[in-house]
DNA sequence: GAACCATAGCTTTTT
DNA sequence: GCTATGGTTC
């Protein structure tokens, strides 16, 4: 396959450069995955070998991806070649090479934001320190920043200067030595522990530095000063830097990305050339143009301008609502709109909003009307209390001084060790220097302890045996052998199926899919499936990496998730002032311009249609608050936008009521935007004008014409239902109708899918055919 | 030591 | 409006 097939002028410049510093101006959507892809192709066509490349992208999603295509195009070689994120790396790199610190051990641990949010307050506490003042989120926030921008307690110290910084500076000391007591690594302490590493010992970073050969770095505007140094460590030896990026897409500020680090590139590396893609793929020209309004208002840019040779496509709508239930339902009416109408499948739609907890609302709606749909971050799955026992589990198992773990799971499930002994276990292993583990694994330290009662003693010290059987259990099984075993002997999973509540139910299912994973880890992964490497994999898992946008679902999540993706048809929503641009950036001119990035971001992930949407009052914090439509909104020119209200009730201005009335009847017309972007070339002004013209054209035809060919489930309003009847769902199988409510287009009908319960489900909008 | 209830605090965005 | 936490009670 020839690697150059279907690249522009510029992408194939950029390509074809091998030796020396390389930046890439990439816009969105002008196919900079690709280009990267290339490049890793054209190195090992140039007998680079695999070994020598390192390439550094922002999510492990993007890094298989990006590893897949390469395979694809040039064979097995680009197997080998170190593809990965930044956090990734470093855990593998230090995995190797950590105990040239001498400071940790080879089976170190990896503290997520949970865990050292944990710390955090351990630390607060013993300080005394008051948690209104000390919020354990700011503390926390401000060692990270700290982190990020390679400072270790000291150097903070030296530069604080207000109280809080002053006792901040203590509480990332104390914060620092536990973590080392614990043999644990938060996230930042990967990267900042690997540039420590690499600058002290000179025979590791020549190692280094001699064999990566080649470096590329996606989504360079989002990297920080860590991310930065360690590049440039890296990189040091042979300049063969190659960094990707979009000024206008750094998003990351508020977690220490430094925008200068691809605006300084230049001057970082004099001798460095620059290629600019500025032509857009991926948009329709009212899109873009759009985009490019909005982010011509920040002041703090270099001007560029995305073109598109694109049709013109539909315009934007902007939907006023009355409040965020409307919201929802316009959308999803929208939804089940453009999957009947314009056959456009739910895996091709997307909702972004700004927080997470603009999701509940939208998700309540998805559910009732039974459209599948899937969520990004929100309730994650390894932030449910029953993965992180098991992983406490493991965590123990694997490094025993692990303390946060270890207090995690010590009465988990029960074994009579409460809050009073385990003080006193804590109290007599701090005072004689020694880890929780090392007290309660010797029967003498146990005796020793003052105040212990009988009962604690004998429980702890079969606990103690316990861990120590898991250990030498681990030793010989495979790791969901390994989750397996520990959920049975440890009682856990007897303690869910003691008692049948819905909770426990839902616990169980999530460690089954736990064990899954792990099944799952053994047959993927490129390492060895040791347990090892299960923990730093789930450690630095993402909730984008493990979304599944692959299945027939509608795609909800934040914004800053949405970075590299794109969707044929994409809803913004919650378009107001102070939500987005969110109150807390209003009075910041930079956050401000961040915002407005993050907008520019969003609009770039549609391609063929935009819709963002508004409410007039919001509930938050359980108040209804008002808020004015964003001033984004207004940013964008009168001739790409259509600006539609739930108070207005003239012609099409009410186009809820019209969206769930009709449009069930309408044959999917595959021509009107189905197809691909540049294929649309007469598209019609505006969303009234194609309402217009389905009415007058598109003949009355039962929905269900399109079942018989096999394709997706669609709501049939010309289907009888009564009870008994049994029913095919899209997403749930086949059930039984066990009631029918309602007439016309008010049919309600209740159906029990054995193992999933009776869902409700309304004709009009449900997946489901007769069989 | 555990279960229950009240209340505060929360919401920016995440590896 | 929800949840995580802390206090109170048995």
Redesign the pocket.
């Known amino acids: 396959m020839d690697i150059f097939n279907g690249l522009n002028t510029a992408q194939k410049t950029a390509v074809e450069h091998i030796d020396g510093p390389l930046l890439i101006m990439a816009g969105a959507g002008s196919g900079k995955t690709k280009v990267l892809t290339c490049k890793i192709a054209n190195l090992l066509a140039h007998g680079v070998a695999p070994y020598n490349i390192l390439a550094i992208t922002?999510?492990?999603k993007a890094a298989t991806e990006m590893r897949e295509r390469a395979v694809r195009m040039i064979g097995a070689p680009a197997q080998s070649v170190w593809l990965s994120?930044?956090?990734?790396f470093c855990a593998r790199f230090l995995r190797y090479e950590i105990e040239h610190t001498g400071i940790y051990k080879k089976n170190f641990v990896i503290y997520?934001?949970g865990d050292s949010q944990t710390v955090v307050k351990i630390c607060l506490k013993e300080m005394n320190l008051d948690?209104?003042q000390f919020?354990p989120?700011s503390v926390q926030?401000a060692i990270?920043n700290a982190k990020n921008m390679l400072m270790g307690p000291r150097a903070f110290e030296r530069s604080a200067s207000t109280f809080f910084e002053k006792k901040v500076a203590e509480v990332y000391s104390l914060y620092a030595q536990k973590l080392r007591a614990n043999n644990a690594l938060d996230?930042?302490d990967l990267l900042l522990v690997a540039v420590a590493l690499l600058e002290e010992n000179e025979e590791v970073r020549e190692r280094y530095q001699q064999r990566f050969r080649y470096v590329l770095v996606d989504e360079y505007q989002d990297t920080n000063g860590a991310q930065y140094q360690l590049t440039k460590l890296l990189a040091a030896k042979h300049h063969n830097l190659c960094v990707v990026g979009d000024a206008d897409q750094s998003?990351?500020g508020?977690?220490g990305a430094d925008i200068r680090n691809i605006m300084d590139f230049e001057k970082d590396y004099p001798e460095s050339h620059t290629i600019k893609l500025e032509q857009n793929y991926r948009s329709t020209k009212t899109i873009l143009a759009a985009a490019n309004a909005v982010i011509e208002n920040n002041e703090n840019r270099k001007p560029k301008k995305l073109w598109t040779e694109n049709a013109t496509g539909e315009q934007i709508i902007s939907y006023f609502a009355t409040d965020e239930r409307d919201e929802a339902r316009y959308i999803l009416g929208e939804i089940t709109r453009q999957n009947t109408i314009y056959n456009v499948l739910y895996g091709d739609m997307a909702i972004l909003y700004?927080?997470?907890?603009q999701s509940?609302v939208l998700e309540e709606s998805f559910m009732r009307e039974g459209v599948p749909y899937t969520m990004?971050?929100g309730?994650k799955f390894y932030d449910r209390k029953e993965i992180r026992d098991m992983i406490a589990y493991l965590r123990v198992v694997f490094n025993p001084v692990d303390t946060v773990s270890l207090m995690r799971i010590i009465?988990v499930p029960?074994?009579?060790?409460?809050?009073?002994?385990?003080g006193r276990l804590n109290a007599y292993a701090a005072q004689n220097e020694l880890s929780l583990f090392d007290v309660i694994s010797s029967p003498d330290l146990i005796e020793a302890v003052p105040g212990l009662?009988a009962?604690?003693r004998n429980a702890l010290e079969k606990f103690s045996v316990f861990i120590f059987e898991l250990i030498t259990a681990q030793e010989t099984m495979t790791v969901h052998a390994f989750i397996e075993h520990v959920l049975q002997s440890s009682g856990y999973m007897a303690e869910l199926e003691s008692e049948e509540k819905p909770e426990n139910i839902s616990r169980i299912e999530n460690l089954k899919e736990f064990v899954g994973v792990a099944k799952d880890f053994e047959k993927t992964t490129e390492d060895e499936p040791n347990l090892e490497n299960f923990l730093s994999q789930v450690a630095?898992i993402?909730?984008?990496?493990s979304a599944d946008m692959e299945e027939e679902r509608v795609t909800l999540?934040?914004?800053?998730?949405a970075k590299g993706l794109e969707f044929p048809v994409v809803f913004m929503a919650g378009m107001e002032e102070g939500l987005f641009p969110?109150?807390?950036?209003l009075m910041e001119p930079d956050?401000l311009e961040?915002?407005r990035r993050?907008c520019y971001v969003g609009i770039t992930r549609a391609q063929r249609k935009l819709y963002m949407t508004h409410a007039r009052m919001r509930?938050?914090?359980?108040?209804t608050t008002s808020y004015l439509p964003s001033r984004f909104l207004k940013e964008i020119p009168d001739a790409c936008i259509e600006r539609i209200s739930a108070d207005s009730n003239e012609g099409f201005g009410s186009r809820t009521n019209f969206g769930r009335q009709e449009y069930t009847n309408f044959r999917p017309s595959k021509r009107q935007m189905g197809g691909d972007v540049s294929q649309t070339n007469t598209p019609p002004k505006s969303a009234a004008e194609v309402l217009g013209a389905m009415h007058r054209t598109v003949p009355q035809q039962p929905a269900a014409a399109v079942n018989m060919a096999g394709g997706p489930i669609r709501p049939d309003m010309d289907v009888k239902w009564s009870v008994g009847d049994k029913a095919k769902h899209g997403k749930w199988g086949i059930g039984t109708v066990v009631s029918v409510k309602g007439s016309g287009e008010e049919v309600e009908l209740k159906i029990a899918f054995p193992g999933q319960g009776v869902k409700g489900l309304m004709q009009k909008y449900a997946p489901i055919a007769k069989v």
């Open positions: 922002f999510t492990n994120t930044f956090h990734s997520d934001s948690e209104k919020t989120n926030s990270s996230f930042d998003i990351y508020w977690r700004r927080t997470n907890a509940r990004v971050g309730l009465n029960k074994r009579g060790l409460g809050d009073t002994s385990l009662s009962r604690a630095l993402s909730d984008i990496d999540m934040t914004l800053h998730s969110h109150v807390r950036t956050q961040e915002e993050t509930m938050i914090f359980g108040h």
